[in-house]
């Protein structure tokens, strides 16, 4: 028998919160597998992250309680999963509580299991420790489990059988019997937006307001370089950027987007940071600001670099996962202000301004006593005889950084200070697409300290890992973390042609090609070597953060340009024919590979410079702001692992000169400045 709790050594900050409970709790794996179909025992899982608000009131209310784990510990085999950790068993065990329940899931997830096959009978999220607002008290949940696993077992594994059958339909892709344009698609799911428009806050739909990264990506794609481009889909993203900016989803002194807010006017946020959430956003008010020339949305993403340095970094390159809702003095109390702390704080004439600019001359909005701060009053609103807006910035900044002094004296919410592949993949990335479009090469070179961390601590080693911290590494990289890492290599190489991320990104992509696809272009989640599950989850759908296979078949689209490689583009567009029936069924569940889809249609144009003169650095830098160009400087002593033909002849080149290709198709190499804008003047 399992005895004790065994969650001392985990690596997961999350499973060693609850290594002091009385429960006896386990990782998953072979062992507590194998002792829960030795003793006949069903598998309680419980599903979280150390950031999840509920997920510690669970655990202060029931897995602290020796009452509950008295219970636990005697019918069931307890394991605790980290979601961040096992994107896997969250995305399968929320498929799965859904089929049980007809609705969606969540944090913290409670599901239990046969021990012998692992599949599901009952799922919840949340249960409190007593009846409440008609929800079963958690010992109840156990003694209610234990007796019908004891009496109706074979009922309860014909049920599951069902279950399993659901889960492995659900992870097959859906048939087209006439897939759509993907034109169409993209057509289709603005539409849908429109209809989920919240006109009034921006946003889509209701309370909770979630940012939805990436269908807001999608929209960056269609709307264009002009707000008048494409007027709805612009319409919708710049009203929805500028909500998110303005009121309470930001953060207004550190700097950083909160997880989502509670309202429909974005005005209260759980106030839970993610790095994959703000990673996202820092990419879109890139390309927004850049495309725009909107100051006020550059604003917004130097911000989000101040967090990420201030907060997120780690030793030796490399975010952190994600701060805490939680404080010591509760959820949100670290972020909150009374009046008298700003006045205490500011001289008169600060505060008064402060006050005015982020809402403290009104009524409290956070439990009737207390302020969040939205941005009340534009810089306009705020100037007059004796101010004016230079005047008015300096004062208000001056304010925060006092603000922010006063709030880093206070204990602060925990950080999880995982490095998570995935996640730092999307964050390097735009850091670098960030750092390319508006001029900030102190971000790109934080972006390439970021990647050279993770090719070394989760990417050095075969197979590769999806998770490191203190020194460890686990879990089997997923094809997220391959293709989120893909497309930095790619954007890096844009900056800097290193030999170490060109080598990287072709053994990603051969990864992906060989562990994630199948020969119908299925995209699954996890790879070949994966430990055997109930189901193997597809990546077509996003989530909180982009599907898998959008992001490989980005990923793979631009190498195969680079690389000139008819192979590699071929797999992209067989893995967007594949998800044709799934896009079309649900658009808006689909938005990163509907935009796959479209650049693999319409690729960007691409401008390859070799030659040996410092000329060409020149060049680059002179064409690498513009965001629809893709730009790559490919010097002739680089040291590449079987560099492919197209690359060969860049490097070949005996004087500087440009190959500017759209597809596969390259004009003749232009051999001045001049000349290379001429070509780009007539490329498609």
């Known amino acids: 028998m399992a005895e004790g709790n065994r969650l001392h050594n985990a690596l997961s900050p999350y499973l060693q919160q609850h290594a002091g409970n009385p429960v006896h709790w386990m990782e998953w794996g072979p062992e507590a597998l194998g002792l829960a179909k030795r003793l006949q025992r069903p598998i309680l899982?419980?599903?979280?992250?150390?950031?999840?608000?509920?997920?510690?009131?669970?655990?202060?209310?029931?897995?602290?309680?020796?009452?509950?784990?008295?219970?636990?510990?005697?019918?069931?085999?307890?394991?605790?999963?980290?979601?961040?950790?096992?994107?896997?068993?969250?995305r399968i065990y929320q498929m799965a509580h859904q089929l049980l329940t007809g609705r969606g899931g969540g944090w913290p997830l409670t599901v239990f299991l046969d021990p012998d096959s692992q599949a599901p009978f009952f799922a919840g999220t949340y249960f409190p420790p007593e009846r409440r607002h008609g929800m079963m008290s958690f010992p109840e949940l156990l003694e209610r489990i234990h007796q019908v696993w004891s009496t109706r077992r074979e009922e309860l594994r014909a049920q599951h059988l069902q279950v399993q059958q659901a889960l492995k339909a659900i992870s097959q892709p859906r048939p087209a019997d006439e897939p759509a344009a993907i034109d169409s698609l993209a057509e289709d799911l603005v539409g849908q937006l429109g209809a989920r428009f919240d006109r009034e806050h921006g946003g889509f739909g209701t309370a909770p307001k979630f940012p939805q990264a990436p269908v807001l990506a999608l929209l960056v794609a269609i709307a264009g370089d002009h707000p008048a481009d494409?007027?709805?889909?612009?319409?919708?993203?710049?009203?929805?950027?500028?909500?998110?900016?303005?009121?309470?989803?930001?953060?207004?002194?550190?700097?950083?987007?909160?997880?989502?807010?509670?309202?429909?006017?974005?005005?209260?946020?759980?106030?839970?940071?993610?790095?994959?959430?703000?990673?996202?956003?820092l990419g879109l008010y890139a390309e927004t600001a850049r495309r725009w020339k909107n100051t006020g949305f550059e604003r917004v993403c130097q911000d989000i670099v101040d967090w990420l340095q201030q907060e997120m970094a780690l030793d030796g390159g490399g975010f952190a996962a994600n701060l805490d809702a939680d404080s010591p003095e509760g959820e949100g109390a670290y972020y909150v202000w009374t009046a008298q702390a700003i006045n205490r704080a500011l001289d008169p004439g600060q505060a008064s301004l402060f006050n005015s600019r982020y809402g403290l001359d009104g009524p409290p909005n956070f439990e009737k006593?207390?302020?969040?701060?939205?941005?009340?009053?534009?810089?306009?609103?705020?100037?007059?005889?004796?101010?004016?807006r230079e005047q008015a910035r300096i004062q208000l900044d001056q304010a925060q950084a006092?603000?922010?002094?006063?709030?880093?004296?206070?204990?602060?919410?925990?950080?999880?200070?995982?490095?998570?592949?995935?996640?730092?993949g999307l964050a390097i990335e735009s850091l670098a697409r960030a750092g390319r479009l508006l001029n900030q090469p102190e971000w790109m070179e934080l972006a390439s300290q970021g990647l050279n961390a993770v090719a070394v601590?989760?990417?050095?080693?075969?197979?590769?890992?999806?998770?490191?911290?203190?020194?460890?590494?686990?879990?089997?990289?997923?094809?997220?973390?391959?293709?989120?890492?893909?497309?930095?290599?790619?954007?890096?190489?844009?900056?800097?042609?290193?030999?170490?991320?060109?080598?990287?990104?072709?053994?990603?992509?051969?990864?992906?090609?060989?562990?994630?696809?199948?020969?119908?272009?299925?995209?699954?989640?996890?790879?070949?070597?994966?430990?055997p599950l109930i189901t193997r989850p597809l990546a077509f759908a996003d989530e909180a953060t982009p599907a898998g296979a959008g992001l490989a078949v980005l990923g793979l689209s631009r190498l195969g340009h680079l690389c000139g490689d008819a192979a590699m583009l071929r797999l992209a567009n067989t893995i967007v024919t594949a998800a044709a029936g799934d896009m079309a069924s649900n658009p808006i569940a689909h938005a990163t590979l509907i935009r796959a889809g479209l650049e693999v249609a319409s690729p960007p144009t691409q401008v390859l410079i070799g030659g040996p003169e410092d000329e060409g650095q020149v060049?680059?830098?002179?064409?690498?702001?513009?965001?629809?160009?893709?730009v790559f400087r490919i010097a002739p002593d680089l040291d590449l692992e079987e560099p492919p033909e197209l690359v060969q002849t860049i490097q070949a080149a005996p004087r500087t000169s440009a190959f500017v290709c759209t597809g596969l198709q390259c004009l003749a190499p232009a051999h001045s400045l001049d000349e290379l804008n001429e070509r780009l003047s007539v490329s498609p």
């Open 45 to 90: 899982l419980s599903v979280g992250y150390s950031a999840c608000h509920w997920c510690h009131v669970m655990a202060h209310e029931s897995f602290e309680d020796n009452q509950a784990a008295d219970l636990m510990n005697a019918h069931f085999v307890n394991i605790k999963v980290d979601r961040e950790e096992r994107p896997d068993l969250d």
């Open 230 to 281: 494409d007027e709805q889909a612009s319409q919708m993203l710049g009203d929805t950027l500028e909500a998110m900016a303005r009121f309470g989803l930001r953060d207004h002194l550190a700097g950083g987007f909160f997880r989502y807010c509670v309202d429909q006017a974005w005005e209260i946020p759980h106030f839970e940071k993610m790095l994959s959430d703000n990673a996202l956003l």
């Open 369 to 388: 006593e207390k302020w969040h701060l939205v941005i009340a009053r534009s810089i306009d609103e705020l100037t007059g005889p004796g101010m004016n």
């Open 402 to 424: 006092s603000l922010l002094k006063v709030r880093r004296k206070q204990p602060a919410p925990g950080r999880d200070d995982k490095l998570i592949a995935s996640w730092n």
């Open 457 to 531: 601590r989760l990417f050095g080693q075969e197979p590769p890992r999806a998770v490191w911290r203190d020194g460890r590494n686990a879990q089997l990289a997923n094809l997220e973390d391959h293709a989120s890492v893909l497309l930095a290599c790619l954007e890096l190489l844009q900056w800097r042609f290193e030999s170490r991320w060109f080598n990287l990104a072709r053994r990603l992509a051969r990864r992906i090609d060989r562990q994630f696809v199948d020969d119908s272009g299925a995209a699954f989640l996890t790879s070949l070597e994966h430990e």
């Open 619 to 630: 060049w680059q830098k002179v064409l690498t702001a513009r965001p629809e160009l893709r």
